[in-house]
Nanobody
């Protein structure tokens, strides 16, 4: 069993930035892709970004050019730097551990991000 703990959410004005962190309870292997997903009220969970063990990245269309995903394997932590935030970025952001770019069965508890206009 793996626990993923997210942090860094909060309230920010449109145009601002936040950095989310997700720390795993065990080592992130090079086979593990680490992804970020978000869910707004009344909406389905949406893919945001993923980073593989060899640092390949993939982004959802709505965040390309504004968000950057990175990982620090020594700290078993993945980050999501969110810039130029928009009100539509509001939601609960979840961390996921999978294989490569595939979604996995391990999820964090989520961290709330609220962007005010």
């Amino acid at each position: 069993q793996v626990q993923l703990v997210e942090s860094g959410g909060g309230l920010v004005q449109a145009g601002g930035s936040l950095r989310l962190s997700c720390t795993a309870s065990r080592r992130m292997f090079t086979s593990n892709g680490m992804g970020w997903y978000r869910q707004a009220p009344g909406n389905q969970r949406e893919f945001v970004a993923v980073i593989t063990g060899d640092d390949r990245t993939k982004y959802g269309d709505s965040v390309k050019g504004r968000f950057v995903v990175s990982r620090n394997n020594a700290k078993d932590t993945v980050y999501l730097q969110m810039n130029s935030l928009k009100p539509e970025d509001t939601g609960v952001y979840y961390c996921n551990m999978g294989l490569g770019v595939q979604i996995g069965r391990y999820w964090g508890q989520g961290t709330q991000v609220t962007v005010s206009s």
